[in-house]
C-alpha cells in the first residue's frame, strides 16, 4: 500500500518513525482508489476514496543531486516529468506543483537506524507541513538505513529503486502527507533511466491514490503466449514488473506511458468535471467524453435472482475493435468487484483491531459488497460509438498483502460460478449503463444462512459442514467438556463442488472455555493455513475447567460469503472406563466424539491396540506400565489433530493415594481357625474418597506361620475392587499377636492385629451378623469347640436365645471330628436385635444378631461391574457387596434385586444438513431378573446370560438392596475388522 516496489514489510519494519498505522491498515483496491476511509475516518467519507484535497499536490526536492547523471535540476526535471504522465490525462484534474528544496540535503547523516527504529528529519516525517517530500539517495545510504547494509546496491534496482508511499492520512479522509525516496545508485547510466522512470511513476501512482489492478496477465504467465497489443494493454499499475531479461523497455514498449486501465484509474479519482472545468480549460469533462459502465456481481438466492453481492471479481471491459470486430487487448478498463467495501473487519476470534480497528479502511455500507466501477472507457478516434465486452474472473491468489489487487488484502477468493460474456454495443460518450451480474453455478444465498451469530451444539458425532454466508458471519458451537483435556479440531475449507479449496474461506478457530464468546476473545485460537493440507485449518487446545466449552469458527477477513463451505471434525476425549487398572493393563472404553476408524491410542508413552472404534466411542487393550497416572491420547494421523485426557488413568497407585483399614475387629481366635472377619484395606486417591480400582496392595502377616487366606501363605500382593479394596481370610495359627500389614506403592501403610490363643475356646465363626431389617431368613449358627489348636469331638453344645425373636431348629447338638457343629435360626420379619447363647459346660460364646435399616444400606459393585468386552466372550460374574453405612461398614445380609436389559447399538439420526443429529434409539434384545441373598461376608454374585446371535450390546442393570441402588452398564463390542 506504501511503497512503489514490493517491500512493504521491510518498510514497515524499519521506517516506523515515517509510516503510522493508518498507512500500516489501509486497503488497496483495484484499478481505481488505493485507499478506501472507513471507521477512521470522518462518517460521511465512509466509502469514499482517499485523495489529495481539490486534487492540487505540492511537492518539495532534495538539495542534493539524485547522481552524477542526474544533479538536482536535472533530476527535478526528471520527477516533474514523471508527475506529468498523471497530470497530463485529458480527464483528470490533478496539478502537481513544485514547491522547492527541502531544508535539508537528505543523507545517511541525518538518516540514522538505530535499536529504536530510524530517525529522518522533521520536514520529511509524516506530519511535516511540506505534503509531499521527495529523496534523492545520492549514495544508497538512506535506502540502506531503511532496508538493511546493501540494499541500495544496482543489482536490485528492480525492487529498491523507489521506497515510500504515502505516510499520513486526515481524519476528514484526505491524504496528508507522502514521501518518496529514489536511489541514486538507480541513476548511473543512460540505460538506467527508462527502468526508473517507469517505477517512479508507478510510485507517484501510489502517492496519489491509485491502486494496483489486474489486466493482460498473460504478460506475466505466457499463457496465452502474450502479443505486442497484450503489452500495449498492460497496465502500469499492474502489481508486479513484466519479467524482461534486462531493462524493461526491452518488452513493454512505451513504459513510462500509462494506459487506458491507468488513465481510467486516476480520472475516477479526479475527475474533470463541470465544476471544476474552468481550472482545466484544456481538459474534457471526465463523464461526458468517455462510457462508464457499472453495477454488481451477486450470488443468486434460492429462486435465482440477485442475492448476496459478491466480493473480489475482476471485471473485465474490452473494447470490440471496429477495424477487427474482435476484443481489444490494448484497450482495456477493470475494476474488482467490492472495491470500495471493507477487505478485513476483523473477527470473533482473533479480535477487530486494538488499539486501531481493522475496518478503518473501506465503507460499511451493503450496496458497495459487490459493487463495481468501469467508467472511464475511452472511444476510439473518430467513432461516436462503441462496443464493449465484458468477462469476469479471479484475482490471482499472489495479489494480495503489498501487492494486494481488489479488497481481499488477506487473501484474494476464488470467483463463485461462472458467467457468459456479454457485449454492451454501441454505447455514445457519455452512457452511463447500470449492467447487474448474477453469476451461475454460484453458490446459493440461503437468507436462513445469512444470521451473524448462530449458536449450536456441537452434533453428537462430532463432524458436520457448514456455511459462513453472510458478511461478518461467525458460527459458534458448544459442548460439554472437562478440565484437564485438550481438543482438536480441524476445519476444511471446501469450494462448491466440496473439494478442500485454499482461495475461499480462510478459517479461524477459537476456544472459549467457561465463558460467553460474545464477552472477549477466546482463551485459544488457530492461526490461518495451520493445517498440512490444502484447505486444512487446525486448532489444538487445551480444556482448563469443567463446564461448557464453545468453539467458533469464523473467517480470518472478518468476511461471510455462500461460498464459504467448511466441513468440520471435533475431537474430543471426555473419559475412560475402568479409571483403574492393574500394571498388567486391561479393556478400556473411551468416550467422546469425533472419533474414526483410522486412530490410534497412547496410554502414557505406550500404544494401546484399538479393538472397536464408532464415533463416540473406542475399545482399546491397554499396555503393561508401571503403577503411576497416565495420559490417555487418541490421534489421527491424516490430520495431524489429537485429544488428550491428562491423568485420567491410574495403574495401580500413583503419588498421594491414601490406604485406609476397613478391617472389623475380630475376638480372640482360637489359633488353628480363621477369623471371623476377613482383614480389609481401601485404596483411595489423595482425596481420601475417590477409590483406586485396580491398586496393587501388598499383603504381608507377621509371624509368617499363620496364613492369609487369599494368598495361601504369609505374604502376597492383590488388586483392588472396583471400590479399591482388597481382603483376605485370615488363618492364625500362632498363640498371640498376629500383626497383617497392607502396602502401597508410594509408602502408605496400614496394620491391624489378630489376637490368637491356646486355650480351650468355643468359636463362633459368625459371632456377628447384621440383617437388613423387615427380613425373613434362615441362618446357620456354626461353633467350634478347640484346645490348643485341636477340635474337640463329641461335646454337647446348647443354644438358648437370650433376647429378641426367632426359632432354632435344634436348641442342642454334639460336635464332630473336628469340633464343629452348627444349628439354624429363622427369622421373620426381622426388626430386632436376637442374642444367643452357645455352651459347652461353662464355656459359652454369644451370637448377636442385628437389623440393619433400610436407610443405611450401601450397595456397591466389588467386581465386573464395568465390563468390557469383545463378541464372542463370555460376561464374567458380578460381584456385589452389602453394608451398613458404619465406618469401617458392616457386612449385611439382604435380599438383593437385579433387574435390566440388553439393547442392540443404534447409529444417531442426522438430518440433511448434518447438524440436526439425535441419538439411535437402541432395540431391546432381552431382559433380565433375578432376586439374590448376600452371604455372611455381604457379597452376592450374578452374570447376565448374553445369547450368541445378539452380536454388539449393551447391557444395562440395575441392582437394589434396600434403599440403595447400583447402576451397572457392561459393553459387548465388535471388533473392527
Not at 499492474?238 to 523497455?249: D, M, S
Not at 476445519?491 to 478442500?500: G, K, Q, R, W, Y
Not at 463378541?871 to 435390566?900: C, E, H, W
Request: glycine share 10%; net charge negative; hydrophobic share 40%.
Amino acid at each position: 500500500m506504501v511503497p512503489a516496489n514490493n517491500n512493504l514489510k521491510a518498510w514497515r519494519n524499519t521506517a516506523r518513525a515515517c509510516v503510522v498505522c493508518l498507512l500500516l491498515c489501509a486497503a488497496a483496491q483495484a484499478g481505481g482508489p488505493a485507499f478506501v476511509a472507513g471507521s477512521a475516518f470522518d462518517p460521511a467519507r465512509s466509502g469514499k476514496p482517499i485523495l489529495w484535497a481539490s486534487g492540487a499536490i505540492t511537492y518539495y526536492t532534495d538539495q542534493g543531486d539524485l547522481s552524477v547523471l542526474l544533479p538536482q535540476a536535472s533530476a527535478n526535471a526528471f520527477v516533474a516529468d514523471a508527475f506529468s504522465r498523471w497530470t497530463s490525462v485529458n480527464t483528470v484534474a490533478l496539478s502537481a506543483t513544485y514547491a522547492g528544496s527541502l531544508a535539508e540535503d537528505v543523507n545517511g547523516s541525518n538518516v540514522l537506524a538505530s535499536s529504536s527504529g530510524i530517525s529522518f528529519p522533521s520536514d520529511i516525517q509524516p506530519t511535516a507541513a511540506k505534503p509531499i517530500a521527495i529523496v534523492y539517495d545520492f549514495d544508497g545510504a538512506v535506502t540502506d538505513a531503511l532496508l538493511g547494509s546493501g540494499a541500495s546496491d544496482a543489482t536490485l534496482c528492480a525492487t529498491n529503486s523507489i521506497l515510500g508511499g504515502v505516510d499520513h492520512f486526515l481524519t476528514d479522509g484526505h491524504i496528508g502527507h507522502a514521501l518518496l525516496i529514489i536511489n541514486g545508485h538507480c541513476a548511473q547510466t543512460p540505460s538506467d533511466l527508462a527502468p526508473l522512470k517507469y517505477r517512479l511513476i508507478r510510485a507517484i501512482g501510489r502517492v496519489l491514490g491509485v491502486g494496483w489492478s489486474q489486466a493482460n496477465d498473460n504478460v506475466l504467465t505466457n499463457s496465452p503466449f502474450p502479443s505486442s497489443a497484450d503489452f500495449a494493454g498492460f497496465p502500469l499499475m499492474h502489481p508486479l514488473e513484466p519479467f524482461c531479461g534486462g531493462p524493461i523497455t526491452s518488452c513493454l514498449p512505451n513504459a513510462d506511458q500509462l494506459r487506458m486501465d491507468d488513465r481510467a484509474a486516476v480520472s475516477r479519482l479526479y475527475p474533470v468535471t463541470t465544476q471544476n472545468q474552468f481550472s482545466f480549460p484544456a481538459k474534457q469533462i471526465f463523464a461526458a467524453s468517455t462510457v462508464s459502465i457499472h453495477g454488481s456481481v451477486y450470488f443468486p438466492d434460492v429462486q435465482g435472482n440477485a442475492g448476496q453481492p459478491m466480493q473480489g471479481v475482476n471485471v473485465v471491459a474490452r473494447l470490440i475493435d471496429p477495424n477487427t470486430g474482435q476484443p481489444s487487448k490494448s484497450a482495456v478498463v477493470t475494476s474488482v468487484s467490492g472495491f470500495l467495501f471493507r477487505g478485513n473487519a476483523g473477527n470473533a476470534v482473533s479480535g477487530y483491531g486494538d488499539p486501531q480497528r481493522l475496518d478503518s479502511f473501506g465503507g460499511a455500507d451493503p450496496s458497495l459488497e459487490g459493487f463495481f466501477d468501469l467508467s472511464g472507457l475511452e472511444l476510439p478516434a473518430g467513432h461516436p460509438s462503441a462496443s464493449f465486452q465484458i468477462t469476469l474472473e479471479s484475482v490471482d491468489p499472489l495479489y494480495r498483502d503489498d501487492a494486494v489487487v481488489g479488497p481481499y488484502a488477506n487473501g484474494q477468493v476464488a470467483i463463485s460460478g461462472s458467467h457468459a460474456v456479454m457485449v454492451l454495443a454501441n454505447l455514445s460518450a457519455g452512457a452511463d449503463v447500470q449492467q447487474d451480474i448474477i453469476m451461475s453455478g454460484a453458490a446459493v444465498t440461503k437468507s436462513v444462512s445469512q444470521q451473524s451469530t448462530p449458536r449450536r451444539p456441537v452434533p453428537i458425532g462430532g463432524e458436520w459442514w457448514g456455511t459462513l454466508s453472510g458478511y461478518g458471519r461467525t458460527e459458534f458451537y458448544r459442548f460439554a467438556a472437562r478440565g484437564n483435556r485438550t481438543i482438536g479440531l480441524q476445519v476444511i475449507s471446501t469450494n462448491e463442488a466440496l473439494h478442500p479449496a485454499s482461495n475461499k474461506l480462510e478459517p479461524e478457530l477459537g476456544l472459549w472455555v467457561g465463558t460467553d464468546p460474545g464477552m472477549g476473545l477466546p482463551q485459544s485460537s488457530s492461526i490461518p493455513l495451520s493445517g498440512s493440507t490444502a484447505g486444512s485449518f487446525i486448532l489444538l487446545a487445551p480444556v482448563t475447567a469443567t463446564g461448557t466449552s464453545q468453539i467458533g469458527i469464523t473467517d480470518y477477513r472478518g468476511d461471510g460469503r455462500p461460498d464459504f463451505i467448511y466441513h468440520a471434525h471435533l475431537l474430543y476425549a471426555d473419559s475412560v472406563m475402568p479409571t483403574h487398572l492393574p500394571d498388567a493393563g486391561g479393556i478400556i472404553q473411551i468416550t467422546g466424539m469425533g472419533f474414526r476408524e483410522s486412530m490410534t491410542v497412547t496410554v502414557g508413552n505406550a500404544a494401546a491396540t484399538v479393538l472397536s472404534v464408532n464415533q463416540n466411542s473406542i475399545y482399546a487393550q491397554a499396555p503393561t506400565l508401571a503403577d503411576g497416572k497416565k495420559d490417555v491420547t487418541i490421534q489421527e494421523a491424516a490430520s495431524g489433530i489429537f485429544s488428550t485426557m491428562t491423568g485420567a488413568l491410574t495403574y495401580g497407585t500413583s503419588s498421594g493415594d491414601l490406604l485406609i483399614s476397613r478391617t472389623i475387629p475380630n475376638p480372640t481366635i482360637a489359633i488353628g481357625l480363621t477369623a471371623p472377619n476377613p482383614v480389609r484395606f481401601r485404596a483411595v486417591s489423595s482425596d481420601g474418597a475417590t477409590p483406586t480400582a485396580g491398586a496393587s496392595i501388598a499383603l504381608s502377616i507377621s509371624p509368617p506361620n499363620s496364613v492369609l487366606s487369599a494368598c495361601g501363605g504369609s505374604a502376597c500382593v492383590l488388586t483392588a475392587d472396583a471400590n479399591g479394596e482388597v481382603s483376605s481370610p485370615v488363618l492364625v495359627n500362632n498363640a498371640g499377636v498376629n500383626v497383617i500389614t497392607a502396602s502401597l506403592a508410594d509408602g502408605q501403610q496400614q496394620s491391624v492385629a489378630i489376637v490368637g490363643t491356646s486355650d480351650q475356646t468355643l468359636a463362633l465363626l459368625t459371632p456377628q451378623l447384621r440383617i437388613l431389617a423387615g427380613t425373613s431368613i434362615t441362618v446357620p449358627l456354626a461353633v467350634k469347640l478347640t484346645s490348643g489348636g485341636v477340635g474337640m469331638a463329641g461335646k454337647l453344645i446348647n443354644y438358648t436365645i437370650l433376647s429378641g425373636s426367632g426359632a432354632l431348629d435344634h436348641s442342642s447338638a454334639i460336635t464332630d471330628v473336628s469340633g464343629s457343629v452348627s444349628v439354624n435360626l429363622t427369622l421373620t420379619n426381622f426388626i430386632a436385635a436376637v442374642s444367643i447363647n452357645a455352651c459347652s459346660g461353662t464355656t459359652c460364646s454369644q451370637f448377636a444378631i442385628l437389623p440393619a435399616s433400610t436407610s443405611s444400606i450401601v450397595l456397591s459393585a466389588a467386581t465386573g461391574g464395568s465390563q468390557t468386552l469383545p463378541v464372542g466372550q463370555a460376561l464374567q460374574p458380578i460381584v456385589l457387596r452389602v453394608t451398613d453405612s458404619a465406618n469401617p461398614p458392616n457386612p449385611v445380609m439382604a435380599k438383593v434385586t437385579v433387574f435390566g436389559e440388553a439393547l442392540a447399538l443404534a447409529s444417531p439420526s442426522c438430518g440433511p444438513d448434518g447438524l440436526t443429529c439425535q441419538p439411535g434409539i437402541p432395540h431391546a434384545l432381552g431382559t433380565f431378573n433375578a432376586v439374590l441373598t448376600s452371604d455372611t461376608n455381604g457379597l452376592v454374585s450374578y452374570t447376565p446370560v448374553i445369547q450368541s446371535g445378539w452380536g454388539p450390546v449393551t447391557v444395562n442393570l440395575m441392582a437394589t438392596a434396600g434403599a440403595a441402588s447400583q447402576n451397572l452398564t457392561l459393553q459387548v463390542f465388535a471388533p473392527s475388522q
